[in-house]
C-alpha cells in the first residue's frame, strides 16, 4: 500500500511539472509569435543587425519540408562597400564550393539580403555550374523581390532542387 501511495504520489508531481513547462512552452511561443509580428523591414539597407533579425522569421516561417537539423542560410550584404564586396566574394565562394560537393537531401539553403538583386545575382553565380539534378530532395529559398524570383528560379531548377521563393 506504501508503495502505491508513493508511485501516485510521484506520478501526480510529474504530471503537475510536465503541465507546468507545457504552460511555459506556450508563452514562449506566444512571445516570439508576437516578436516576430513586430519586426517591421529595415529601411537602411546597411544595418544587419536590423536586417537579419527582419530576415530571420522569414526563413522560420519557410522551413517545411526540410529535414535536416538546421538549414544553411547565406546572408548577402549589399555590397556598396569594399567589405561588403569582399564578404559577398568570400561568401560567393563557399557557396560555390557547397554546389560542387554537393548537398545532402532534406536540406535547406536560404539565400537572402537587403539588396535583392545582389542576393539574386550570388544565387545566380554560385548555381551556374551546376550539375543538372544533383539537388533532388534539397529546397533552395530565395528571399527577395518577385522581380529576381524568374533568374534565380531558372538557374536552380535544372540542378532537381525544390525551389522556394519568399516575399521580402
Request: glycine content about 6%; hydrophobic content about 45%; overall charge neutral.
Amino acid at each position: 500500500m506504501r508503495k502505491f501511495a508513493l508511485i501516485t504520489a510521484i506520478a501526480l508531481a510529474a504530471g503537475l511539472a510536465l503541465a507546468g513547462c507545457s504552460k511555459h512552452a506556450d508563452e514562449q511561443d506566444q512571445a516570439s509569435a508576437q516578436q516576430a509580428k513586430a519586426v517591421t523591414k529595415p529601411t537602411d539597407v546597411n544595418d544587419t543587425k536590423a536586417w537579419q533579425t527582419y530576415l530571420g522569421p522569414l526563413v522560420q516561417k519557410n522551413l517545411q519540408g526540410m529535414a535536416a537539423q538546421q538549414p544553411y542560410i547565406y546572408f548577402i550584404t549589399p555590397g556598396q562597400t569594399d567589405d561588403d564586396k569582399a564578404m559577398n566574394d568570400r561568401q560567393l565562394q563557399n557557396v560555390q564550393d557547397t554546389v560542387a560537393r554537393g548537398v545532402l537531401p532534406g536540406n535547406l539553403l536560404a539565400f537572402t539580403g537587403p539588396v535583392s538583386a545582389t542576393t539574386a545575382d550570388l544565387a545566380v553565380a554560385a548555381f551556374k555550374d551546376a550539375k543538372p539534378g544533383t539537388f533532388k530532395d534539397v529546397i533552395v529559398m530565395f528571399i527577395g523581390d518577385k522581380a529576381d524570383e524568374q533568374r534565380v528560379e531558372d538557374v536552380i531548377k535544372p540542378t532537381g532542387a525544390t525551389f522556394r521563393f519568399v516575399q521580402m
